[in-house]
T-cell receptor, first 111, second 117 residues
Framework: QKEVEQDPGPLSVPEGAIVSLNCTYS??????FMWYRQYSRKGPELLMY????GNKEDGRFTAQVDKSSKYISLFIRDSQPSDSATYLC???????????FGGGTRLMVKP | GAVVSQHPSWVICKSGTSVKIECRSL??????MFWYRQFPKQSLMLMAT?????????EQGVEKDKFLINHASLTLSTLTVTSAHPEDSSFYIC?????????????FGAGSRLTVL
């Protein structure tokens, strides 16, 4: 079993839909949680960064961490075709530790 | 966060030649850089950790003589694919850890696509 599990998709939604992307993990030591967005043939870019449990909102994006369930989510409101990309979750234990990545979910937002 | 520049963005070479990819941290002194490899529609695979002034640490299964890493300064790490073969064709991405975004946040370069004919 992988340390971080992420549904590869593809996930196809119509423009304007609310998108929910999720990762589960097995290592209870993880405290730092990140979401990266990767467009085709580009390097990943950091979208959201959270520490421990709770929610964090940034524009149309909301990151949610539930450490008791070992489950993190990224919500995208009013999805746009430009949101079409692969979304990677990543997490680590203590600050400075290596990140463990999920396999990525490919999202397609259709106009 | 950190700004990472990677060059070249795309390179095509003949089988048997060597290719060098550069990764520069433009606004942050990076003692550590990471090199990843990514095949189409797959996730990132960590190849090695590049340490300034010392030897790189390679992940299991990655040939250190095949993928030469040099981290001669705090702003530059290079990955050289020696005697490249078609199976080495892939997307290579470097990253820097730290900077303003956070102590364990990775900032990635734009990636280098290698095609070996």
């Amino acid at each position: 079993q992988k340390e971080v599990e992420q549904d590869p998709g593809p996930l196809s939604v119509p423009e304007g839909a609310i998108v929910s992307l999720n990762c589960t993990y097995s290592n209870s030591a993880f405290q730092y949680f990140m979401w990266y967005r990767q467009y085709s043939r580009k390097g990943p870019e950091l979208l959201m960064y959270t520490y421990s449990s709770g929610n964090k909102e940034d524009g149309r994006f909301t990151a949610q961490v539930d450490k008791s369930s070992k489950y993190i989510s990224l919500f995208i409101r009013d999805s746009q075709p430009s949101d079409s990309a692969t979304y990677l979750c990543a997490m680590s234990g203590a600050a400075g530790n290596m990140l463990t990545f999920g396999g990525g979910t490919r999202l397609m937002v259709k106009p | 966060g950190a700004v990472v520049s990677q060059h070249p963005s795309w390179v095509i070479c003949k089988s048997g030649t060597s290719v060098k990819i550069e990764c520069r941290s433009l606004d942050f002194q990076a003692t550590t850089m990471f090199w990843y490899r990514q095949f189409p529609k797959q996730s990132l695979m960590l190849m090695a950790t590049s340490n300034e002034g010392s030897k790189a640490t390679y992940e299991q299964g990655v040939e250190k003589d095949k993928f030469l890493i040099n981290h001669a300064s705090l702003t530059l790490s290079t990955l050289t694919v020696t005697s490249a073969h078609p199976e080495d064709s892939s997307f290579y991405i470097c990253s820097v850890v730290g900077g303003n975004s956070g102590a364990n946040v990775l900032t990635f370069g734009a990636g280098s696509r290698l095609t070996v004919l």
